[in-house]
């Protein structure tokens, strides 16, 4: 029996909770035709066989056609999805892992312009600043077809056999009906905090009245708004105390803040470089006032801290989802006393932004967490041992070795710097990104651990490889910033690279054209602007950095605007020419027939990376295969069996930026689904 109070079990009601640790809500935009198939299935099915005590599948699972998914929720009000629902709830069941989802009607958080085009609802026609859509004002007839429909997706969960349900109530049409800000209505739904309340606790009367008084039931809330006019905490706190009062509520699962723009979703959703756990605290003060079952998550991304929230009595269960796509077997490792080899959360927030763009939630450190089904998470040994030699420690080259590693595989890597870590290494010289680091890091002790052996300062030449006993060759050589993007004068600029890296000095009035779209021109500006230089970031795209997405893009924003950077939007830089001791740029146009210029005493060029792939080439001739993937095979998951030279000494692969400038999860994909066949 062990006394970390993680793996201590939990009584929640009838059910039992086998360890502290839950998933909480979330949407990876995985079902297929609105529904949890196999993919949706198997991402679950993963994490609780890894030991998770409670999953909470399909944040915002649609309970209402007027409720149009945003981004490939569940639709809760289709019958078929109780087939579909209970599959995966069997499943995770058979590992003793509580499966639990989360209802909702989305009200003006999406836009009536999906589906079947009916009119968005809310309490108000004030329109939420991140979907635009200008709603009805919810009608009587509206309200009660909407409780009824709640009601109704609550008897489908119960039928499908699930363990509870949880209603959401930040950002979406029941807390619309809770804020001053979202409710001008008149009459017995609006005015006072109670009638305000009124609608929700409707939909719960009517919930226990149709599932029974036995069916788990919570919400999952704002208990502040943090917005002038909105919700308070004194508001929060009273909401609290009268959810409890009425019975009908099991759990409550605290959030702090607003969604309705991308900046209060990413203070609501902390993302790298901001504080851990910000809202913890404030969880453990409503726990506190109320002594009801009290889950949270914000950032806690770390044992350490999820230990601590409910070692302090903060937390009655702890959600660690991020943490979790991650890597899926924090428990497992937990219970075997193996913490220090968790693959860490670093913040990226790869998984949300990616959604948000109509993506499904994908891992930058993880390609595995949505590819259960074709990508596993674990590596299955080689049925032949061979001798591999890696050349690049970046992100790529990194996962090459420990994949092929634990493969059984002899591995060794060439570096020709003196630490590991590749472009990573430069992106973390800014102090918001350094968490990045743990990408490298993690890798890095994991090779060590599986004997891989590492020749850091050894720039690796032909001869490196054809006099050793490599049979396998993977060149992760990774690529060098291009600037040539000009037509006159690309000498006189510098890259971004050249300014995160200190190789150039910063000017006092710089431009930066940025044709990425990437964070390193954000970066670059940052450093810049610290030092009092006046920047400005110039794109021809319509939008800027259209690579962050928008959460992430956040932080940077605030330290951006903070320091007066400034962005101009569909202009390019055609040229640059010396005048004086200062610089003139020409700016020119997609759209056509106008130019301008700016003079400035530096210019920064950010347009990606071309691939250092001489020594791919050098290779290719003495190779088996000429370096050729077959691409069937690789997205099958099948062996590589191309033999195009039978004098060939060794087969010859590269990945990652070596191939071309993409991003870090494309590295690591990269050599995960070539080399767990090798």
Same mark, same amino acid.
């Given at each position: 029996?062990?006394?970390?109070?993680?793996?201590?079990?939990?009584?929640?009601?009838?059910?039992?909770?086998?360890?502290?640790?839950?998933?909480?809500?979330?949407?990876?935009?995985?079902?297929?035709?609105?529904?949890?198939?196999?993919?949706?299935?198997?991402?679950?099915?993963?994490?609780?066989?890894?030991?998770?005590?409670?999953?909470?599948? &399909?944040?915002?699972?649609?309970?209402?056609?007027?409720?149009?998914?945003?981004?490939?929720?569940?639709?809760?009000?289709?019958?078929?999805?109780?087939?579909?629902?209970?599959?995966?709830?069997?499943?995770?069941?058979?590992?003793?892992?509580?499966?639990?989802?989360?209802?909702?009607?989305?009200?003006?958080?999406?836009?009536?312009?999906?589906?079947?085009?009916?009119?968005?609802?809310?309490?108000?026609?004030?329109?939420?600043?991140?979907?635009?859509?200008?709603?009805?004002?919810?009608?009587?007839?509206?309200?009660?077809?909407?409780?009824?429909?709640?009601?109704?997706? &609550?008897?489908?969960?119960?039928?499908?056999?699930?363990?509870?349900?949880?209603?959401?109530?930040?950002?979406?049409?029941?807390?619309?009906?809770?804020?001053?800000?979202?409710?001008?209505?008149?009459?017995?739904?609006?005015?006072?905090?109670?009638?305000?309340?009124?609608?929700?606790?409707? %939909?719960?009367?009517?919930?226990?009245?149709?599932?029974?008084?036995?069916?788990?039931?919570?919400?999952?809330?704002?208990?502040?708004?943090?917005?002038?006019?909105?919700?308070?905490?004194?508001?929060?706190?009273?909401?609290?105390?009268?959810?409890?009062?009425?019975?009908?509520?099991?759990?409550?699962?605290?959030?702090?803040?607003?969604?309705?723009?991308?900046?209060?979703?990413?203070?609501?959703?902390?993302?790298?470089?901001?504080?851990?756990?910000?809202?913890?605290?404030?969880?453990?003060?409503?726990?506190?006032?109320?002594?009801?079952?009290?889950?949270? !998550?914000?950032?806690?991304?770390?044992?350490?801290?999820?230990?601590?929230?409910?070692?302090?009595?903060?937390?009655?269960?702890?959600?660690?989802?991020?943490?979790?796509?991650?890597?899926?077997?924090?428990?497992?490792?937990?219970?075997?006393?193996?913490?220090?080899?968790?693959?860490?959360?670093?913040?990226?927030?790869?998984?949300?932004?990616?959604?948000?763009?109509?993506?499904?939630?994908?891992?930058?450190?993880?390609?595995?967490?949505?590819?259960?089904?074709?990508?596993?998470?674990?590596?299955?040994?080689?049925?032949?041992?061979?001798?591999?030699?890696?050349?690049?420690?970046?992100?790529?080259?990194?996962?090459?070795?420990?994949?092929?590693?634990?493969?059984?595989?002899?591995?060794?890597?060439?570096?020709?710097?003196?630490?590991?870590?590749?472009?990573?290494?430069?992106?973390?010289?800014?102090?918001?990104?350094?968490?990045?680091?743990?990408?490298?890091?993690?890798?890095?002790?994991?090779?060590?651990?599986?004997?891989?052996?590492?020749?850091?300062?050894?720039?690796?030449?032909?001869?490196?490889?054809?006099?050793?006993?490599?049979?396998?060759? %993977?060149?992760?050589?990774?690529?060098?910033?291009?600037?040539?993007?000009?037509?006159?004068?690309?000498?006189? !600029?510098?890259?971004?690279?050249?300014?995160?890296?200190?190789?150039?000095?910063?000017?006092?009035?710089?431009?930066?054209?940025?044709?990425?779209?990437?964070?390193?021109?954000?970066?670059?500006?940052?450093?810049?602007?610290?030092?009092?230089?006046?920047?400005?970031?110039?794109?021809?795209?319509?939008?800027?950095?259209?690579?962050?997405?928008?959460?992430?893009?956040?932080?940077?924003?605030?330290?951006?605007?903070?320091?007066?950077?400034?962005?101009?939007?569909?202009?390019?830089?055609?040229?640059?020419?010396?005048?004086?001791?200062?610089?003139?740029?020409?700016?020119?146009?997609?759209?056509?027939?106008?130019?301008?210029?700016?003079?400035?005493?530096?210019?920064?060029?950010?347009?990606?990376?071309?691939?250092?792939?001489?020594?791919?080439?050098?290779?290719?001739?003495?190779?088996?295969?000429?370096?050729?993937?077959?691409?069937?095979?690789?997205?099958?998951?099948?062996?590589?069996?191309?033999?195009?030279?039978?004098?060939?000494?060794?087969?010859?692969?590269?990945?990652?930026? &070596?191939?071309?400038?993409?991003?870090?999860?494309?590295?690591?994909?990269?050599?995960?689904?070539?080399?767990?066949?090798?």
């Amino acid at each position: 029996m062990t006394n970390d109070p993680l793996l201590q079990p939990y009584q929640l009601k009838h059910l039992t909770l086998k360890n502290r640790l839950m998933i909480t809500s979330h949407e990876p935009a995985y079902p297929e035709d609105g529904m949890p198939k196999d993919r949706y299935r198997a991402y679950h099915v993963e994490r609780a066989r890894a030991g998770v005590a409670l999953t909470m599948t &399909a944040g915002s699972a649609s309970v209402s056609r007027d409720s149009p998914p945003v981004f490939n929720n569940i639709l809760a009000w289709k019958d078929e999805v109780i087939g579909w629902m209970k599959q995966l709830t069997d499943e995770c069941h058979d590992h003793g892992c509580a499966v639990m989802i989360q209802l909702t009607h989305l009200g003006r958080r999406t836009r009536w312009d999906k589906a079947d085009w009916l009119p968005v609802v809310s309490a108000s026609h004030r329109r939420e600043p991140s979907h635009k859509a200008f709603p009805k004002q919810a009608e009587d007839w509206d309200i009660a077809r909407i409780i009824s429909d709640y009601a109704d997706a &609550a008897e489908r969960m119960q039928a499908a056999g699930l363990d509870g349900i949880e209603l959401q109530a930040y950002g979406h049409l029941m807390d619309q009906f809770w804020s001053p800000l979202t409710n001008t209505l008149e009459g017995p739904y609006g005015g006072d905090l109670d009638n305000r309340l009124r609608f929700t606790f409707d %939909i719960l009367s009517e919930i226990r009245k149709r599932c029974g008084a036995d069916f788990i039931v919570g919400l999952r809330y704002t208990a502040d708004e943090d917005l002038p006019g909105g919700l308070t905490r004194a508001d929060g706190l009273e909401i609290s105390r009268k959810l409890k009062a009425s019975g009908m509520v099991d759990f409550l699962n605290v959030i702090r803040g607003h969604i309705d723009t991308d900046a209060g979703l990413t203070d609501v959703i902390p993302v790298q470089g901001m504080r851990s756990a910000p809202h913890l605290d404030f969880a453990g003060d409503v726990r506190a006032e109320t002594q009801i079952p009290t889950f949270h !998550a914000a950032k806690i991304q770390d044992v350490a801290t999820a230990r601590h929230a409910i070692a302090s009595g903060k937390l009655d269960m702890v959600g660690m989802t991020r943490a979790h796509m991650a890597d899926p077997h924090i428990v497992a490792k937990i219970a075997r006393g193996q913490e220090d080899r968790i693959r860490p959360c670093v913040g990226a927030n790869y998984c949300l932004d990616r959604i948000y763009q109509g993506g499904m939630a994908l891992c930058l450190h993880n390609p595995s967490t949505g590819r259960e089904l074709e990508q596993p998470h674990d590596i299955a040994p080689a049925d032949v041992r061979k001798t591999v030699m890696v050349i690049g420690a970046g992100p790529a080259g990194l996962e090459a070795a420990r994949v092929c590693a634990l493969r059984g595989h002899h591995v060794t890597v060439h570096e020709a710097a003196n630490d590991p870590g590749g472009q990573v290494r430069l992106t973390a010289q800014t102090p918001r990104r350094a968490e990045m680091m743990q990408l490298v890091q993690w890798r890095f002790a994991e090779c060590e651990r599986l004997g891989v052996r590492f020749h850091f300062n050894s720039y690796a030449e032909p001869e490196t490889v054809t006099t050793s006993d490599a049979e396998v060759v %993977i060149v992760a050589t990774g690529g060098l910033p291009h600037t040539e993007t000009i037509g006159e004068g690309a000498a006189l !600029a510098v890259s971004a690279w050249d300014i995160l890296s200190g190789d150039a000095a910063a000017g006092s009035d710089v431009l930066i054209f940025d044709d990425a779209g990437d964070y390193a021109a954000l970066q670059a500006a940052e450093k810049l602007a610290a030092t009092g230089a006046r920047v400005e970031i110039v794109t021809r795209d319509r939008e800027i950095s259209s690579e962050v997405m928008a959460m992430s893009l956040t932080p940077a924003m605030r330290a951006l605007q903070a320091q007066d950077v400034t962005f101009t939007v569909t202009w390019k830089l055609d040229a640059l020419r010396r005048d004086g001791n200062g610089l003139v740029a020409t700016l020119g146009s997609d759209y056509g027939g106008v130019q301008r210029e700016r003079r400035v005493d530096q210019v920064v060029i950010n347009a990606g990376t071309r691939p250092l792939d001489d020594l791919y080439f050098d290779l290719r001739d003495g190779s088996v295969n000429g370096g050729a993937v077959d691409y069937d095979a690789l997205i099958a998951g099948a062996p590589q069996a191309v033999r195009e030279n039978p004098d060939g000494r060794y087969t010859l692969y590269r990945i990652g930026d &070596a191939v071309a400038a993409r991003n870090t999860h494309a590295a690591i994909y990269d050599a995960l689904r070539l080399c767990r066949t090798l």
